[in-house]
């Protein structure tokens, strides 16, 4: 077994970014446009002359991404009949099993963040964990 050792800020990240994976790998192409990078870049690219964020071409562009990143995917799956908001689910047979690996680590941090929250809900996803993966119970996290 291997040992990682982060700040809790850094295993945020590592959420972050198998989350990310996990959704790119069910087709969920879109959430490219919600990385800190693209969003924020477009952000400061699309400001008025008053240095403010201007929404509506904000949007309008965000929107054209948006179809892009559905053609592609379409593309990539040569299926032409989804449209923008459908996706594989994580157990379906095309996805990878990688995808669900790392959604199973997702659940295990953000389980451990659960816990650590004192004001935290039982009724929230993260307040439960169902491990699907040959190895899955063999992940083990703490804050």
């Known amino acids: 077994m291997a040992t990682l050792t982060v700040t809790d800020k850094q295993l945020r990240l590592i959420q972050q970014a198998l989350d990310f994976y996990s959704r790119i790998g ?3 192409l879109d959430e490219i446009k919600d990385h800190p990078t693209f969003a924020k870049y477009l952000a400061e690219q699309v400001k008025d002359v008053d240095g403010k964020v201007d929404y509506e071409r904000y949007h ?3 929107e054209q991404a948006d179809n892009a990143f559905t053609q592609g995917r379409n593309m990539l799956w040569n299926d032409f009949t989804r449209d923008r908001n459908g996706s594989w689910g994580i157990h379906n047979p095309n996805v990878d099993e990688s995808c669900m690996i790392a959604y199973d680590l997702i659940q ?5 963040f659960w816990k650590a929250d004192s004001d935290r809900s039982e009724w ?3 307040s439960s964990v169902h491990l699907h993966t040959e190895d899955g119970d063999k992940i083990k996290c703490e804050l």
């Open 26 to 28: 069910i087709g969920q």
């Open 60 to 62: 309008l562009i965000r």
């Open 124 to 126: 929230t996803v993260d």
């Open 108 to 112: 295990v941090i953000r389980h451990e």
